[in-house]
């Protein structure tokens, strides 16, 4: 009995513990099936998370989505920084042109010689042209004018229809004597009314006034018209238009852009010498040579660089020599300096000689007279001998831009 019954006891007790393995080995495999196919692992924006074991593909899913997102950020970053670029140049263009603006009108509110409908003009409704010629002269000229007037310059209608046809306006350049209302300032409003081809300049004339004369012309012309380029020539200086024009047409890309002969020359120490430069020690040891600058007989600046000389005006140091104090104003400004040695050829036979050349100059003067010996007797030769086509002008078609702005 006692056998029998442990013997039973202990069948029992093996018969559980299998049953109890077998039931947990099933629940176990039960739980891993429906595991795997109820269990859906949610996408993170758009990833599939997937796995290589054994040749299968594996991507972890949390590495996937930092990639991601690290590649979001750094496209959002650089779309950030060309925004904010974006705005930066705007904002700047319009902080320049809000100053331009504000040094136009007090350009034109404190000349009292422009009269009340220039004052009145909005820079937004002023007409498009192509270069302003501003040929500067002085009160004793008034036969190097007139030679000027009868050679390279057009007259009358002629000059209307350049400035309406070709966007070419040409001026004589000049201030006021040191007594206003004098007898030098009446003449030179007897000649206006006679030829119209003056522009007055707030400014006291004198030779040592130069740089100061420069300055205020290139202010006062851009105030008045908004032109791709702004030329300063004397008046014993021979041009021929046409040519200047498809000159500076080549240009027309540059933003800032200085083009003339440029020269180094020495810096003049000793006193009462022609072109004595009372600050030559700030150009370093005596000896020393200028930087490049143009020679001022004539040279031309774009836009952009009128403007900046309006702006800053007030602030803008004089040297004696007005070639030197333009190309002072410029440096330390990313400005092309071109150097077109058609712009300084020499009167006959060099200029003639180059014409015959099929290579017609720009300008022509003599270099040891600054400007063409004798002027007023030899202009008209130089321009006979050395001057373009006289249709050359009215044929060539020099900008698409010489139409009113909208």
């Given at each position: 009995?006692?056998?029998k019954?442990?013997?039973e ?23 891993m099936?429906f595991?795997?196919r109820m269990w ?5 924006n758009?990833?599939?998370l997937t796995s ?12 996937n989505v930092v ?5 979001n950020?750094s ?6 920084k060309?925004?904010?670029e ?8 319009l902080?320049i042109?809000?100053m ?7 350009t034109?509110?404190k000349?009292?010689m422009?009269?009340?409908g220039?004052?009145?003009i ?5 007409r ?6 501003g040929?500067n002269?002085a009160f004793?000229?008034?036969?190097r ?6 050679t ?9 229809k350049?400035?309406e046809?070709k966007?070419?306006v ?6 006021h004597?040191s ?10 409003e007897?000649e206006?009314k006679v030829?119209?081809?003056f ?8 030779y ?7 300055k ?17 020539v004397?008046?014993d200086?021979?041009?021929?238009l046409?040519?200047?024009?498809m000159?500076?047409a ?6 800032r ?11 003049l120490a ?5 072109y004595h ?10 000896g020393n040579r200028?930087?490049?600058?143009a020679?001022?007989?004539?040279y031309a600046?774009s836009?952009?660089?009128a ?5 800053n005006q ?8 007005e ?8 440096i330390?400004?990313d ?5 077109d ?5 020499g ?7 180059k014409?015959?050349a ?17 002027s007023v007797?030899?202009i ?7 001057g373009e ?5 009215w044929?060539?078609?020099?900008s ?7």
């Amino acid at each position: 009995m006692y056998v029998k019954s442990r013997g039973e006891f202990a069948s029992k007790q093996v018969l559980s513990k299998n049953l109890a393995f077998l039931l947990c080995f099933a629940s176990f495999c039960a739980g891993m099936f429906f595991t795997n196919r109820m269990w859906m692992v949610p996408e993170a924006n758009g990833i599939r998370l997937t796995s290589r074991t054994e040749g299968k593909q594996f991507v972890d899913c949390d590495l996937n989505v930092v990639l991601k997102n690290e590649a979001n950020s750094s496209r959002s970053i650089s779309g950030s920084k060309h925004s904010i670029e974006t705005v930066d140049k705007a904002i700047s263009d319009l902080e320049i042109k809000l100053m331009a603006a504000r040094a136009e009108r007090e350009t034109i509110m404190k000349d009292p010689m422009l009269s009340e409908g220039v004052k009145n003009i909005e820079s937004t409704s002023k007409r498009k042209y192509f270069m302003v010629i501003g040929i500067n002269t002085a009160f004793s000229s008034r036969k190097r004018r007139d030679s000027v007037r009868a050679t390279w310059m057009p007259q009358a209608e002629k000059r209307k229809k350049l400035e309406e046809e070709k966007g070419i306006v040409i001026r004589f350049v000049i201030g006021h004597s040191s007594t206003s209302g004098g007898i030098l300032d009446k003449a030179i409003e007897a000649e206006e009314k006679v030829h119209g081809d003056f522009l007055r300049l707030q400014h006291v004339e004198g030779y040592l006034e130069l740089s100061a004369k420069t300055k205020t012309y290139f202010a006062t012309a851009v105030s008045l018209w908004d032109a791709e380029f702004y030329i300063k020539v004397d008046d014993d200086v021979h041009v021929n238009l046409a040519t200047l024009g498809m000159t500076l047409a080549g240009h027309r890309t540059k933003p800032r852009v200085y083009i003339g002969c440029m020269k180094s020359g020495p810096v003049l120490a000793q006193k009462g010498v022609k072109y004595h430069e009372p600050e030559y020690w700030k150009f370093g040891e005596v000896g020393n040579r200028y930087f490049r600058h143009a020679t001022g007989q004539l040279y031309a600046i774009s836009k952009d660089l009128a403007t900046y000389i309006m702006i800053n005006q007030n602030v803008l140091h004089k040297y004696a020599n007005e070639d030197v104090s333009l190309g002072a104003w410029f440096i330390g400004l990313d400005v092309e300096h071109v150097d077109d040695r058609r712009l300084c050829c020499g009167t006959p036979p060099d200029c003639e000689w180059k014409a015959q050349a099929g290579n017609i100059c720009v300008a022509s003067f003599d270099w040891r007279c600054s400007g063409i010996c004798r002027s007023v007797e030899r202009i008209l030769e130089v321009h006979e001998r050395c001057g373009e086509d006289k249709n050359a002008l009215w044929s060539t078609n020099f900008s698409q831009k010489t139409k009113s702005s909208s």
